[in-house]
């Protein structure tokens, strides 16, 4: 096995910086082999109609096509890519993924900001020890800043502010002019958009104060003038790095010890961020972590691939919280694990879609907490759009698709819920999510009867055993109806006596 096959990596493409952390895992322990990062300044690339500048789109392609080189030899299953803020804000971010994914060579998730503050914090408790008590993590980074309480392994509140270094500095210091007034009103529009988060921070409550990324640790840096171990810092600090930026007039005659000249053209809104959050959360001493996105990306991705995965408690506790069926959930389950089984091979088919399909069986009922009519509708809609951790966006919106295609006439709108990418596999999935919902309609604990079920490019042959269809009429009725309804995803299904599949296929 070569050293590489033992590798994973985490790539997290952020409004300003691309960052990427490759690491050895042996089973029990992580060690970080190495490191990159690139200063894109993604962010500062997109106009207010979420367009993309061309030099900053060929900037952020040669990064990838750098890190695509140095991840080339890993597992496809062992590297993950994540994209921020400045990707949601893309005006056709699926234009842009398809020759970005070409050029690191792997696919790219774009996660909600929930979802970012998560794995911040995924990240800094892993890397921090954290103690007694509850901690707010703060990320302070190029388009948004994400927020996250708790004191476990996962976090009790997650939130994401849009307003980063990059942004606020574009937004309030044009061209470079600082003044007292100009960062008076970049704080001011930065707590403009923290009022509705105050309240359900301060109910939780917090003992320490943790930030993580460059903005963080470069103040850190500067309030103890120059000293690259600095670990914390206070808000008289704060205030006194603010007076003196503020001093300075212009962005790049600012000159303090511990300031970078990457980090200089966006320090003064990181700045002004800070000092709002301090200003309405009341805080007072920060400690930085040297662990963020990244290595909660790291440590998630670990997770999922040794059975530890979030995604697994999300979709358990919806379930729970919105009443679904256990009994008819297991069913559906049993049914359609037993038709992937047979189908894998042949379509091609992983086992990231196999996760996806037993979840979207174990939610497909969900609907019927809104309403039976056209529960699979409401299903889709919740599941797109509810908060579950651990999700990407288009995970998550996969598995809404699949909820919304297992019954009834099918929308082929469903089907532009998902990356192009992903088209035919949500097809198939959505074939066999039809086929199991329709097979469990009676909501039987009989038996399941032995069946076959055989792929090909144009469709499905199911076999089912002799006269079972006979026996089972409303089952008939209703496969008869997905025949004429799966036709419209393109798909043909053949029904047949099993023994004759059998003897056909030898």
């Not at 959050?277 to 996105?293: H, K, M, N, P, T």
């Not at 038996?447 to 499905?460: I, K, N, T, V």
Request: charged letters at 25%; proline letters at 4%.
């Amino acid at each position: 096995m070569s050293e590489a096959a033992t590798h994973h990596a985490a790539i997290d493409l952020g409004s300003n910086s691309f960052h990427m952390v490759v690491a050895h895992h042996d089973g029990h322990q992580l060690r970080i082999v190495d490191r990159l990062k690139d200063m894109v300044r993604l962010a500062g690339g997109i106009d207010r109609n979420g367009r993309l500048d061309p030099i900053v789109r060929e900037r952020a392609l040669s990064s990838l096509a750098r890190f695509g080189q140095r991840i080339s030899g890993i597992p496809r299953l062992q590297v993950r890519a994540v994209g921020t803020q400045s990707f949601r804000r893309l005006a056709h971010p699926a234009t842009f993924l398809v020759v970005a994914e070409t050029a690191l060579g792997c696919p790219i998730d774009i996660i909600s900001g929930s979802e970012e503050a998560r794995l911040v914090y995924l990240g800094v408790h892993q890397g921090t020890p954290i103690g007694e008590g509850r901690s707010l993590i703060i990320d302070i980074g190029g388009g948004s800043t994400e927020l996250a309480v708790g004191a476990d392994d996962e976090p009790e509140l997650t939130e994401t502010v849009p307003a980063g270094c990059v942004s606020i500095t574009e937004a309030h210091f044009h061209r470079g002019k600082i003044t007292a007034s100009r960062f008076r009103k970049a704080v001011e529009a930065v707590e403009d958009r923290l009022v509705e988060l105050i309240t359900p921070c301060r109910d939780l409550g917090w003992e320490r104060v943790i930030g993580s990324s460059g903005t963080m640790r470069a103040i850190a840096s500067m309030a103890a003038d120059g000293g690259e171990d600095a670990r914390s810092f206070t808000r008289a600090d704060l205030e006194r790095l603010r007076d003196r930026v503020i001093a300075a007039g212009q962005v790049d005659r600012i000159d303090l010890p511990g300031l970078s000249a990457r980090r200089k053209p966006v320090i003064v809104g990181g700045l002004a961020v800070l000092e709002a959050l301090s200003r309405a959360l009341d805080l007072d001493r920060f400690e930085v972590s040297q662990s963020a996105l990244r290595e909660g990306l790291l440590h998630d991705l670990i997770g999922r691939l040794h059975h530890t995965d979030p995604r697994a408690r999300s979709v358990a506790g919806m379930a729970e919280r919105l009443g679904c069926d256990s009994g008819q959930a297991a069913r559906v389950h049993e049914w359609v694990q037993a038709a992937f089984d047979q189908v894998a091979d042949g379509w091609q088919l992983g086992e990231d879609h196999r996760e996806l399909l037993l979840w979207a069986a174990q939610l497909h009922e969900v609907g019927r907490s809104v309403n039976h009519h056209h529960h699979q509708k409401h299903g889709g809609y919740l599941v797109a759009n509810a908060d579950m951790p651990g999700f990407t966006r288009p995970e998550q919106r996969f598995m809404a698709a699949l909820i919304a295609l297992q019954r009834g006439k099918i929308d082929t709108g469903v089907l532009e819920w998902v990356p192009q990418r992903m088209g035919l596999a949500l097809t198939r999935l959505g074939a066999l999510l039809r086929i199991a919902v329709t097979l469990a309609r009676p909501r039987s604990d009989a038996a399941m009867p032995d069946f076959s079920l055989s792929p090909d490019d144009e469709g499905l042959l199911l076999g089912l055993p002799p006269s079972w269809l006979d026996a089972h009429p409303l089952s008939a009725r209703s496969l008869s109806y997905q025949q004429r309804k799966l036709a419209r995803l393109g798909l043909d299904l053949d029904i047949r006596d099993l023994t004759d599949v059998e003897q056909a296929t030898g």
